[in-house]
């Protein structure tokens, strides 16, 4: 679906339509005309529901509403030292169906909030639910008691409250904000945040835009969840079958699928919640909406593209162009040249292209488990569209992805020769070896598996990307442009295991979920401490620390790249040195949200806080 | 007024204490931040240490805010991240029979509630013909323990109708998945008047395709006495096996076609035959399987 009314005449808001400021449509002038794109889908519908244009495009701010000629610093944007954002309920609609959104100031995504590293933010929430909410400021450098966590940072915002965050920018880059409170970021409630550096950027450009991926479903977050406690695989429609056996289209044999029956393990469990029930959004716009944002040709277009999904990490191309990443997380990195990289949940990545022809070319977010993808155009003009690539085949999961390396074969697929599957059969492989887990582990039912010979993955491709013809980013393809200011080595060395039982949906770090009062992860302030995080089951675990940038470990020493979000491959360990310098009180937690919310969630400790003796 | 003087209150506090972390923080903007730990170049390579260097407050944030309010998120935020109780009902089989005596009715249900390792779970089956009374219900109301990764413990009582009396047991069970994705349970039960019988299922879903599923199901019963007065002799007393073929329109709504054969075993199969009662048929159904 996409056809395009390009011409549509606009230039007033309805009357007795109250927009926020932020909220009213956007115009473009092209030529000497002011127009408007619409879907004709949605105009039609929004002419006929009597809200007019203004209603339709309201639902989102400017810079994420299709024809977005690009975002700059002097572009319309929530901007300066004092910011107001309001949290509350919005229809949301995705062709002809219309759900109920958490959002801020009424769009989804929230506003793009534009900030310049060195100014003081004093950024105002409001809260008009009827339950309490919370801002937390994605990879922002901040006072603990700024950070958004109800629980640990604050008490969180209650229903007719207004909080104010007030806090200085001593950062650049693309981040992200969303609410902590509950799963209030699945239905909604994130928005981009972008600081631009107090001096020169050193990534030159023409012309940027905001790519913020999602996953949208009708059905309430906690339903999403009762249903995953009540049958794991609820949401997957992509697992092995007889006919999928017969055909062969299931690549597995019929032995292979008989050693994953045994184990209990679903080589096609790659994701919780898929296609089956999201639609995958780019800047709130559904596959159907073509989001276009506009180049001309020979530019240099920075695409800050953020994955504030709940559940879905993607596969980012663009067909035809190649993708230079400029910056991760935030942080500067050298430019790296690729062709498709994956987007755990949380984590950022700016990357330049460089379109020289007069054509459009798509913007592909592939889930990882290839249930759905969000699309969305670059055109040097509106109506354009690029071809839509169909969706890859799932992948199969491996040996590797449990955890067992095999000797450094090619574990493309099991049945290798040297593997000895009987041994296997007679438990010689055990999966759930107690020796190889911290004395500490608590192995208990919510223990599904050990990872019997972690590897560290960091240099391969990542989950099902293994065998694509071009190229694809890696972790260790990350180097950090300006050298790491902490030059200790690391004073200690800390293990986290990443746990889990697929079974019941049960997610913990070292075996113990949040809710069993677990011991807090002890820092002394300013120490350097190498932590490894060992992945024991077979799902990625995007694991985000609040406050801090770590370096990742990936053999750039001195230039490791610095991270707030790392995905821990199924199967696999990184390690990462932390520098421990923001005293106070900070979440660490697995991304995914449902993961977070069944308990693979810690508080991190940090003392001694400013001013109180040890 | 309360309310709001209880968020003035850690507003002013908010407003008041973040004062020196302002200094500190724009004093690391504007000059690169020293190192404090320049003279520790010589640190040993990394070791796996047990040093706990906790120390100073608990919560931080409690000296930001009221920490009567901090505790009562402190409390949420627990419940919320993995405290989150749930529920399901799991209706297996809803279905109708067809055998050369006419058309019986017959259920198996089941659900819970309550957290990852502790549950109330509940499950009640039954059937008859529907031209005769019913000829067995039961409800069993059960506490179920995660013990291992794969299986509950469960213990509670079954109270049963069965050839035209009430009954009551003691139930102790097991249920789980088992290596190769077989759904099994186990358990035993002790009746009022100290009859001890015992109930072994398993089935298994063979994915035809994404939507179409086979499931063939067994079920075992045994008595470890005679029991007269419902014509139960010791030993496996009865089996069931059924083969169903469901579709999927979605997890939650599942119609199915089968075939069902059940026969009584052993001794109990000699009571019966005395008594001239069947002692086998086969069943044709038709039914549906929802998830709540």
């Given at each position: 679906?996409?056809?395009?009314?390009?011409?549509?005449?606009?230039?007033?808001?309805?009357?007795?339509?109250?927009?926020?400021?932020?909220?009213r449509?956007?115009?473009?002038?092209?030529?000497?005309?002011?127009?408007?794109?619409?879907?004709?889908?949605?105009?039609?519908?929004?002419?006929?529901?009597?809200?007019?244009?203004?209603?339709?495009?309201?639902?989102?701010?400017?810079?994420?509403?299709?024809?977005?000629?690009?975002?700059?610093?002097?572009?319309?944007?929530?901007?300066?030292?004092?910011?107001?954002?309001?949290?509350?309920?919005?229809?949301?609609?995705?062709?002809?169906?219309?759900?109920?959104?958490?959002?801020?100031?009424?769009?989804?995504?929230?506003?793009?909030?534009?900030?310049?590293?060195?100014?003081?933010?004093?950024?105002?929430?409001?809260?008009?639910?009827?339950?309490?909410?919370?801002?937390?400021?994605?990879?922002?450098?901040?006072?603990?008691?700024?950070?958004?966590?109800?629980?640990?940072?604050?008490?969180?915002?209650?229903?007719?409250?207004?909080?104010?965050?007030?806090?200085?920018?001593?950062?650049?880059?693309?981040?992200?904000?969303?609410?902590?409170?509950?799963?209030?970021?699945?239905?909604?409630?994130?928005?981009?945040?972008?600081?631009?550096?107090?001096?020169?950027?050193?990534?030159?450009?023409?012309?940027?835009?905001?790519?913020?991926?999602?996953?949208?479903?009708?059905?309430?977050?906690?339903?999403?969840?009762?249903?995953l406690?009540?049958?794991?695989?609820?949401?997957?429609?992509?697992?092995?079958t007889?006919?999928?056996?017969?055909?062969?289209?299931?690549r597995?044999?019929?032995?292979?699928?008989?050693?994953?029956?045994?184990?209990?393990?679903?080589?096609?469990?790659?994701?919780?919640?898929?296609?089956?029930?999201?639609?995958?959004?780019?800047?709130?716009?559904?596959?159907?909406?073509?989001?276009?944002?506009?180049?001309?040709?020979?530019?240099?277009?920075?695409?800050?593209?953020?994955?504030?999904?709940?559940?879905?990490?993607?596969?980012?191309?663009?067909?035809?162009?190649?993708?230079?990443?400029?910056q991760?997380?935030?942080?500067?990195?050298?430019?790296?040249?690729?062709?498709?990289?994956?987007?755990?949940?949380?984590?950022?990545?700016?990357?330049?292209?460089?379109?020289?022809?007069?054509?459009?070319?798509?913007?592909?977010?592939?889930?990882?488990?290839?249930?759905?993808?969000?699309?969305?155009?670059?055109?040097?003009?509106?109506?354009?569209?690029?071809?839509?690539?169909?969706?890859?085949?799932?992948?199969?999961?491996?040996?590797?992805?449990?955890?067992?390396?095999?000797?450094?074969?090619?574990?493309?697929?099991?049945?290798?020769?040297?593997?000895?599957?009987?041994?296997?059969?007679?438990?010689?492989?055990?999966?759930?070896?107690?020796?190889?887990?911290?004395?500490?582990?608590?192995?208990?039912?919510?223990?599904?598996?050990?990872?019997?010979?972690?590897?560290?993955?960091?240099?391969?491709?990542?989950?099902?990307?293994?065998?694509?013809?071009?190229?694809?980013?890696?972790?260790?393809d990350?180097?950090?442009?300006?050298?790491?200011?902490?030059?200790?080595?690391?004073?200690?060395?800390?293990?986290?295991?990443?746990?889990?039982?697929?079974?019941?949906f049960m997610?913990?770090?070292?075996?113990?979920?949040?809710?069993?009062?677990?011991?807090?992860?002890?820092?002394?302030?300013?120490?350097?401490?190498?932590?490894?995080?060992?992945?024991?089951?077979?799902m990625?675990?995007?694991?985000?620390?609040?406050?801090?940038?770590?370096?990742?470990?990936?053999?750039?020493?001195?230039?490791?790249?610095?991270?707030?979000?790392?995905?821990?491959?199924?199967?696999?360990?990184?390690?990462?040195?932390?520098?421990?310098?923001?005293?106070?009180?900070?979440?660490f937690?697995?991304?995914?949200?449902?993961?977070?919310?069944?308990?693979?969630?810690?508080?991190v400790?940090?003392?001694?806080l400013?001013?109180?003796?040890? | 007024?309360k309310?709001?003087?209880?968020?003035?209150?850690?507003?002013?506090?908010?407003?008041?204490?973040?004062?020196?972390?302002?200094?500190?923080?724009?004093?690391?903007?504007?000059?690169?931040?020293?190192?404090?730990?320049?003279?520790?170049?010589?640190?040993?390579?990394?070791?796996?240490?047990?040093?706990?260097?906790g120390?100073?407050?608990?919560?931080?944030?409690?000296?930001?805010?009221?920490?009567?309010?901090?505790?009562?998120?402190?409390?949420?935020?627990?419940?919320?991240?993995?405290?989150?109780r749930?529920?399901?009902?799991?209706?297996?089989?809803?279905?109708?029979?067809?055998?050369?005596?006419?058309?019986?009715?017959?259920?198996?249900?089941?659900?819970?509630?309550?957290?990852?390792?502790?549950?109330?779970?509940?499950?009640?089956?039954?059937?008859?013909?529907?031209?005769?009374?019913?000829?067995?219900?039961?409800?069993?109301?059960?506490?179920?323990?995660?013990?291992?990764?794969?299986?509950?413990?469960?213990?509670?009582?079954?109270?049963?109708?069965?050839?035209?009396?009430?009954?009551?047991?003691?139930?102790?069970?097991?249920?789980?998945?088992?290596?190769?994705?077989f759904?099994?349970?186990?358990?035993?039960?002790?009746?009022?008047?100290?009859?001890?019988?015992?109930?072994?299922?398993?089935?298994?879903?063979?994915?035809?395709?994404?939507?179409?599923?086979?499931?063939?199901?067994?079920?075992?019963?045994?008595?470890?006495?005679?029991?007269?007065?419902?014509?139960?002799?010791?030993?496996?007393?009865?089996?069931?096996?059924?083969?169903r073929?469901?579709?999927e329109?979605?997890?939650?709504?599942?119609?199915?076609?089968?075939?069902?054969?059940?026969?009584a075993?052993?001794?109990?199969?000699?009571?019966?035959?005395?008594?001239?009662?069947?002692?086998?048929?086969?069943?044709?159904?038709?039914g549906?399987?929802?998830?709540?």
């Open positions: 679906m996409r056809d395009w009314l390009t011409s549509c005449v606009f230039e007033m808001t309805p009357p007795g339509l109250d927009l926020p400021a932020m909220g449509c956007r115009t473009i002038r092209l030529g000497k005309e002011i127009i408007v794109s619409l879907q004709r889908r949605t105009l039609l519908k929004a002419i006929a529901s009597g809200a007019g244009i203004a209603g339709a495009q309201a639902l989102f701010p400017a810079w994420a509403q299709t024809g977005s000629r690009g975002i700059a610093p002097t572009l319309a944007t929530l901007a300066g030292p004092d910011i107001a954002l309001t949290v509350g309920h919005s229809p949301f609609s995705i062709g002809d169906r219309t759900g109920h959104a958490v959002t801020v100031n009424g769009t989804l995504p929230a506003p793009l909030l534009r900030l310049r590293e060195g100014q003081r933010a004093r950024i105002s929430v409001t809260n008009t639910l009827d339950e309490d909410t919370s801002i937390h400021w994605h990879g922002i450098l901040l006072p603990f008691q700024m950070d958004g966590v109800p629980g640990i940072s604050f008490p969180g915002i209650r229903p007719s409250e207004t909080f104010v965050y007030d806090f200085p920018v001593r950062q650049a880059g693309t981040y992200w904000y969303h609410s902590h409170s509950g799963l209030q970021e699945a239905m909604g409630h994130f928005g981009p945040l972008i600081i631009d550096p107090a001096g020169a950027d050193p990534v030159a450009y023409d012309r940027e835009h905001v790519i913020v991926l999602s996953d949208w479903s009708f059905v309430h977050p906690h339903e999403i969840l009762r249903r406690k009540a049958s794991p695989g609820y949401f997957n429609q992509q697992r092995t007889v006919a999928g056996l017969l055909s062969g289209e299931d597995m044999s019929a032995e292979e699928r008989r050693m994953w029956a045994q184990m209990r393990m679903d080589p096609r469990d790659i994701s919780d919640v898929t296609g089956s029930t999201y639609t995958y959004l780019v800047n709130g716009h559904g596959p159907d909406d073509n989001w276009t944002g506009l180049f001309e040709p020979g530019e240099r277009v920075r695409l800050r593209i953020i994955n504030a999904s709940a559940m879905t990490n993607f596969n980012v191309r663009i067909p035809g162009l190649a993708m230079t990443v400029v991760a997380d935030g942080e500067n990195v050298r430019p790296v040249e690729t062709d498709e990289f994956q987007i755990a949940i949380a984590e950022t990545y700016d990357v330049i292209v460089s379109p020289r022809e007069d054509r459009a070319y798509t913007i592909v977010s592939e889930a990882v488990d290839r249930s759905g993808m969000g699309l969305a155009t670059i055109a040097p003009r509106l109506g354009m569209n690029a071809e839509i690539p169909p969706l890859r085949q799932v992948p199969n999961l491996t040996m590797r992805d449990m955890g067992m390396d095999m000797g450094g074969m090619d574990m493309g697929g099991m049945s290798m020769e040297g593997m000895d599957h009987g041994s296997m059969d007679h438990g010689a492989m055990n999966m759930r070896d107690r020796s190889l887990a911290p004395p500490t582990m608590a192995v208990g039912v919510g223990v599904q598996t050990i990872s019997p010979m972690p590897e560290n993955r960091l240099a391969e491709r990542p989950l099902g990307l293994e065998n694509e013809p071009h190229r694809v980013l890696v972790y260790t990350l180097v950090a442009l300006n050298p790491n200011t902490d030059t200790r080595p690391p004073s200690r060395t800390l293990e986290i295991h990443l746990t889990g039982n697929m079974e019941r997610w913990g770090f070292d075996g113990r979920r949040f809710s069993e009062i677990v011991e807090p992860i002890r820092f002394e302030r300013d120490e350097r401490v190498r932590v490894t995080l060992v992945n024991d089951t077979m990625q675990h995007p694991i985000h620390l609040h406050g801090h940038f770590f370096e990742l470990v990936n053999g750039h020493a001195g230039n490791q790249p610095l991270k707030h979000t790392v995905n821990v491959a199924p199967g696999g360990r990184l390690s990462f040195d932390l520098t421990a310098d923001a005293p106070g009180d900070w979440a937690h697995c991304h995914m949200l449902m993961h977070m919310h069944s308990g693979m969630f810690n508080v400790t940090i003392r001694p400013d001013g109180v003796a040890s | 007024m309310m709001i003087a209880a968020f003035v209150t850690p507003l002013v506090l908010a407003a008041a204490m973040p004062a020196a972390a302002q200094d500190h923080a724009a004093h690391e903007v504007q000059t690169p931040t020293p190192d404090p730990h320049a003279g520790h170049e010589a640190t040993p390579p990394p070791q796996p240490a047990q040093i706990n260097p120390n100073g407050q608990a919560n931080a944030a409690d000296l930001y805010f009221d920490p009567a309010l901090m505790a009562r998120a402190r409390e949420q935020l627990m419940t919320e991240n993995g405290g989150m749930t529920s399901a009902i799991i209706v297996e089989r809803l279905e109708v029979g067809f055998d050369d005596d006419g058309e019986t009715y017959d259920w198996h249900a089941q659900g819970w509630y309550g957290g990852d390792v502790n549950r109330f779970w509940w499950k009640s089956e039954g059937e008859g013909a529907f031209e005769n009374e019913i000829e067995h219900a039961e409800l069993q109301l059960l506490y179920s323990r995660a013990v291992t990764p794969y299986f509950d413990l469960q213990a509670g009582v079954r109270q049963s109708y069965l050839e035209g009396e009430d009954r009551t047991d003691l139930v102790l069970g097991v249920q789980g998945l088992a290596p190769y994705w759904e099994v349970g186990a358990a035993a039960f002790v009746s009022a008047e100290g009859d001890v019988t015992a109930r072994a299922e398993a089935e298994y879903d063979l994915r035809l395709t994404q939507k179409l599923i086979l499931q063939p199901a067994a079920e075992l019963n045994f008595a470890a006495q005679d029991i007269p007065d419902l014509d139960i002799g010791a030993g496996l007393t009865d089996a069931t096996f059924g083969v073929l469901r579709y329109f979605s997890r939650r709504f599942a119609p199915y076609v089968g075939v069902e054969w059940t026969s075993i052993g001794e109990t199969r000699d009571i019966r035959e005395a008594l001239g009662a069947d002692t086998q048929s086969t069943r044709a159904v038709i549906l399987r929802a998830l709540f």
